[in-house]
């Protein structure tokens, strides 16, 4: 992947994509489970440029464990979900996604949770007037990408990025990425949220 092929690089042709996606993700007693299957189509806007747009369709299952919950001892019970012993909602899910790339650069749109869908592990019904619940729900998340591949010689290319998130109420936030690549082999990266995290990445 080197001068050659940035300079040779011509547009994909038309073609289909098809996928399977499957997340588990576990914070103390909240599990969150999903499964989408997704389909993407690529059409070629000239001779160096594509375009791609995806979209997913599944489920997620998001679980509560309230035999792990404690308040310690003056609330050893939260009325919320008291009596219950492992708390489930499913819900239906859909994600769009629209890429722009070339083998310079790319940049992309994708929004997921795209029905709002109300989540709560209560049923809504609350007896007594000590405690006020909010509604719970997931709502849309949006996110804006693009990056660009530097040469490194003909081995290696630096890969800088950005990814703007957005959630309502949430402000926006921004993760900066940079990705070291060899050939079409071997990459590590490192990824960091300013005033929030960071993280590290090898493929």
Known sequence: ??????????????????????????????????????????????????????VSVGIQNVSLKTGDLNFGPNYPVDPVV??????????????LGLMFYSAEWFAGLGVQQIIPS???????????DSVTLIGGKLVPHMFLQAGYRMLLGENFSLLPSVTAKYINPVPLSFDLNVKLQYQDLLWAGVSARPSDGFAAMLG
């Open 1 to 54: 992947r080197g001068h050659v092929f940035m300079e040779e690089y011509k547009s994909t042709d038309p073609h289909h994509g098809v996928g399977l996606t499957l997340l588990n993700d576990k914070t103390g007693p909240i599990n969150r489970f999903t499964f989408y299957g997704s389909y993407a189509y690529h059409l070629p806007l000239n001779d160096r440029v594509s375009m791609s747009a995806g």
């Open 82 to 95: 008291a009596g219950s012993a492992d708390i489930n909602n499913i819900k239906p899910d859909i994600n």
């Open 118 to 128: 109300k989540i709560g592990f209560n049923g809504g019904k609350l007896g007594g």
